[in-house]
């Protein structure tokens, strides 16, 4: 049997000397500890409402149904969006980080597709590199949205899955991903006539290209 244990929120005043300076007509407050982070809730409460809003795509009110129960802490609605933009706030300088690194190498692979942030619909892309993928949502889902992650670069292997952002790399740039193409292989394989014969044809020949490598 596994169990997880209760959980306890703890809570920790910082409390610093302050005085208002009569002469200068302001207020002056001690700076408080390098511990304490901004706002009025710690790291284990922005974990659990990240996930479960960020990665699972959950609304902000199963944010707050998540938090009252497990964690027995108080969070109203308008509060998990602000702090998801804390997360993001605090994310940035990591983010840019990656960015820069992934810019660097010589072989990445960048892939995207499409989500809503507020109304409009922006493009989401991702890089990926060995212990570093790097995920961002863009403006555009086509070549100035690939140039956005992926920086100016001038060479370099960049496997694609053949969207559109892909057209804006130098030719000798791209690496098509076999996946898709044997997906697009397979379809016309379970076709009628000249396309099967095709599907077929270029499955065999992809075949013996793979086993080759």
Request: glycine share 14%; proline share 7%.
């Amino acid at each position: 049997m596994t169990e997880v244990p209760p959980l306890a929120p703890v809570g920790t005043a910082d409390r610093r000397h302050g005085w208002w300076w009569v002469a200068g007509g302001a207020w002056t407050q001690a700076a408080g500890p390098v511990t304490m982070p901004a706002g009025s809730f710690g790291p284990r409460v922005h974990a659990p409402v990240g996930y479960v809003t960020g990665r699972m795509g959950a609304s902000q009110r199963a944010g707050q149904d998540l938090v009252a129960p497990v964690g027995r802490t108080d969070v109203r609605v308008g509060g998990i969006g602000a702090l998801a933009q804390a997360r993001s706030a605090a994310l940035a300088a990591p983010v840019a980080e990656a960015q820069t690194d992934v810019q660097r190498q010589p072989v990445r692979n960048a892939a995207e597709t499409s989500g809503r942030e507020k109304r409009p619909r922006r493009g989401v892309w991702m890089s990926v590199r060995p212990l570093v993928t790097l995920c961002r949502r863009l403006k555009t889902r086509g070549a100035a949205g690939a140039k956005e992650l992926l920086g100016e670069v001038g060479g370099g292997i960049i496997g694609t899955a053949h969207s559109a952002g892909s057209h804006g790399l130098e030719p000798r740039q791209p690496q098509g991903c076999w996946a898709h193409l044997q997906r697009e292989f397979m379809a016309w394989s379970q076709r009628t006539g000249a396309t099967a014969r095709l599907g077929l044809a270029f499955l065999t020949a992809e075949q013996q290209l793979l086993g080759l490598w």
